[in-house]
């Protein structure tokens, strides 16, 4: 079965300082990992994703996140936060060996930048 | 860039109504999927489909049922609307041919009402 977790429904940050959006995930398999953002009265926007290589990677926005097999986690990162940064960030996992398209995504994390 | 787009922001509807949720994807995409979103829960996956006339129950599909006729439409029906279905829907394609690592596009999203 196929699981992800954000333990964090809310997280604060001031401006200008790094954030981080922690993500774990459950698969029988090896990992894909996807991040999305959602701003308000909006849909799902994609931020990025792990296939395989490098396990840090960079996406859209200035948002990296790392890859951590050892401690099943792909947490979502960015050095220096802006108040523009403030939504819904959802993680996702689908796994690699049951070929299924579908994504399983956790129950989000609000992330408010504080000016 | 991918447009994947919802026929209505905002729907309010009456219990016992049959209502349609239309979708429309202009990238030639393969997959399609329809998710609702509820705080607390993230996003479930309702039904995808990943051909014309071709569909796949989701983790949620009860109370709901899907058409695809051609393959740029993906359309949720609710047969018999009822509070429980008051959420966000969300439409989702992306590009298919069995693979796994493809990324999912959202559409805009569509806030339901059942009174």
């Known amino acids: 079965a196929q699981s992800v977790a954000q333990p964090e429904d809310q997280v604060n940050v001031a401006e200008g300082n790094p954030l981080t959006v922690k993500c774990t995930y459950s698969?029988?398999?090896?990992?894909?990992l996807f991040w999305y953002v959602q701003y308000p009265n909006r849909g799902l926007q994609f931020l990025l994703k792990?296939?395989?290589?490098?396990?840090l990677v960079k996406g859209s926005y200035g948002f990296e996140a790392e890859f951590n097999k050892s401690q099943t986690s792909f947490h979502l990162k960015k050095p220096s936060a802006l108040v523009s940064d403030s939504a819904l960030y959802f993680c996702?996992?689908?796994?690699?060996?049951?070929?299924?398209?579908?994504?399983?995504f956790g129950t989000g994390t609000r992330l408010t930048v504080i000016p | 860039d991918v447009k994947v787009t919802q026929s209505s922001r905002y729907l309010v509807k009456r219990t016992g109504e049959k209502v349609f949720l239309e979708c429309v994807q202009d990238?030639?995409?393969?997959?399609m999927f329809w998710y609702r979103q509820d705080p607390g829960l993230g996003l479930r996956l309702i039904y995808f489909?990943?051909?014309?006339?071709?569909?796949e129950k989701g983790d949620i599909p009860e109370g709901y049922s899907v058409s695809r006729e051609k393959k740029e439409r993906f359309s949720l029906i609710l047969e018999s609307a009822s509070t429980n279905q008051t959420s966000m829907y969300l439409c989702?394609?992306?590009?298919?041919?069995?693979?796994?690592?493809?990324?999912?596009?959202f559409g805009p999203g569509t806030r339901l009402t059942v009174l």
């Open positions: 989702a394609s992306s590009l298919g041919l069995g693979t796994s690592t493809d990324t999912q596009y």
């Open positions: 698969v029988s398999g090896n990992p894909y």
């Open positions: 489909s990943y051909d014309v006339k071709m569909k």
């Open positions: 990238m030639d995409h393969e997959n």
């Open positions: 792990y296939i395989t290589g490098d396990n």
């Open positions: 996702a996992v689908r796994d690699r060996e049951t070929g299924a398209n579908n994504l399983f």
